[in-house]
């Protein structure tokens, strides 16, 4: 069993992944990593192909849903369908930090249509 203590650190909309999990660390299936969003960050809108699983680690992140807000606390489980339009911003005074889950192949498209294969994916 492979100890992933050194992710790999990428930067995108304002917020940091920290990706530990994906083909370049020995998964043929799954993807694991931290989003950590500053204080008082939106997110960006975007579109996923495959199904997300966010469990909230720190903070209180405001997380909209195919047009639906829900404000998640610590603990909380949000689970993100393949196809569905989610947006992930911090409006609190803390940084907020989310563990997502999906499979390996994940894309997004942004709300300007722009199709990216996140780098913390591969």
Known sequence: MPLIDSPRHHDLHGATFSSYVCPSTGSRELCAWRTTLGP???GADHRVDHEEVFLVLAG?????LDGLVTHAHVGDVVFVPAGSSVRLDNPGADECQVWVSAPVGLTATTAQGQR???????
Not at 116 to 122: A, F, G, R, S
């Open 60 to 64: 209180s992140p405001r997380i909209t």
């Open 116 to 122: 990216i294969t996140p780098p913390w994916t591969l």
């Open 40 to 42: 008082a960050q939106p």
